[in-house]
């Protein structure tokens, strides 16, 4: 029989590692609450299912992977809060789980080094939330479950061009930040590769080589563009809504070390000057 991945929140992530797994004559199952985008999965080799209240028999019978993606909420992980008794009836018969959490759940270092045995103490509600529904998950009794904890994510259609195109991009500085990044197309070669190897119970941050601070991203974004760099503005002073104040509320430099040696992984772009050029390469 071959192997069936239901993909909870079948995103932008998710959508990324499809496309390795149907080449390779997987059925994908992705969930979505926008029926919208049925076609688009449809087109991507991958079967719909609305959520919550698609017909999910087939794929629970069948499937041998899942993945989750969806966020949680105050209530905790809704995929949990929807389908727990069936995710623990599944569990035993799975070959892999994979959870995609955050970077987040670490909190604030300073600008130092964390890896995976770093303690979990989340500084906002979104790291705090994510540490909750990692908790959730590890509860499941036999769950093949390995946890992605993602830096910031960049990808086709999700960077800092745009912005920096409109003149709407700001380059706030606040002394010593720093932030981790990954690339989508790394993300995805991340989860087949520990598919191939799969060690239930462990954890690996996603995140490339290069911790840099967020002016320095927009800064070479503006020069691969040939347009003025933004002004620095000085974090103190600087007018945001309190959701964009809360990304500076933490810096560290996050470690990748547990994910290239024991996943094999050889980043396609190990820092964001790499993963930029790309992007403006495959944009033409």
């Known amino acids: 029989m071959g192997k069936v991945l239901i993909s909870f929140g079948h995103g932008y992530c998710a959508r990324a590692l499809a496309p390795h797994l149907v080449a390779r004559g997987w059925t994908v199952w992705g969930t979505t609450r926008k029926p919208e985008k049925a076609a688009a999965f449809e087109a991507e080799g991958v079967t719909p299912?609305?959520?919550?209240?698609?017909?999910?028999?087939?794929?629970?019978?069948?499937?041998?992977?899942?993945?989750?993606?969806?966020?949680?909420?105050?209530?905790?992980?809704?995929?949990?809060?929807?389908?727990?008794?069936?995710?623990?009836?599944?569990?035993?018969?799975?070959?892999?789980?994979?959870?995609?959490?955050?970077?987040?759940?670490?909190?604030?270092?300073?600008?130092?080094?964390?890896?995976?045995?770093?303690?979990?103490?989340?500084?906002?509600?979104?790291?705090?939330?994510?540490?909750?529904?990692?908790?959730?998950?590890?509860?499941?009794?036999?769950?093949?479950?390995?946890?992605?904890?993602?830096?910031?994510?960049?990808?086709?259609?999700?960077?800092?061009?745009?912005?920096?195109?409109?003149?709407?991009?700001?380059?706030?500085?606040?002394?010593?930040?720093?932030?981790?990044?990954?690339?989508?197309?790394?993300?995805?070669?991340?989860?087949?590769?520990?598919?191939?190897?799969?060690d239930p119970g462990a954890a690996y941050n996603v995140c490339d080589n290069d911790p840099a601070p967020p002016q320095d991203v927009i800064a070479y974004a503006a020069e691969l563009l040939g347009v003025p760099i933004p002004p620095e503005e000085p974090f103190d002073d600087a007018v945001m809504s309190p959701m964009a104040r809360s990304f500076y509320a933490e810096s560290k430099k996050v470690s990748n070390r547990r994910m290239c040696e024991e996943l094999g992984v050889k980043l396609l772009y190990p820092d964001y000057r790499t993963g930029l050029r790309a992007l403006l390469d495959e944009a033409g």
């Open 49 to 198: 299912v609305l959520w919550p209240d698609g017909d999910m028999t087939e794929a629970f019978e069948t499937a041998t992977h899942i993945l989750i993606s969806a966020g949680p909420d105050e209530g905790g992980d809704p995929v949990l809060a929807r389908l727990g008794a069936q995710i623990r009836e599944l569990a035993p018969r799975l070959d892999w789980a994979g959870y995609l959490s955050t970077t987040g759940v670490y909190g604030d270092h300073s600008g130092a080094w964390v890896d995976e045995t770093t303690p979990l103490t989340p500084a906002t509600r979104r790291g705090r939330l994510r540490v909750m529904a990692e908790d959730q998950w590890r509860a499941i009794e036999g769950l093949p479950l390995h946890i992605f904890r993602l830096a910031g994510i960049y990808g086709p259609g999700r960077g800092p061009f745009e912005k920096v195109r409109q003149g709407t991009a700001r380059r706030i500085v606040k002394p010593g930040q720093v932030f981790s990044r990954i690339h989508v197309a790394d993300i995805a070669q991340v989860l087949a590769a520990s598919i191939d190897r799969p």
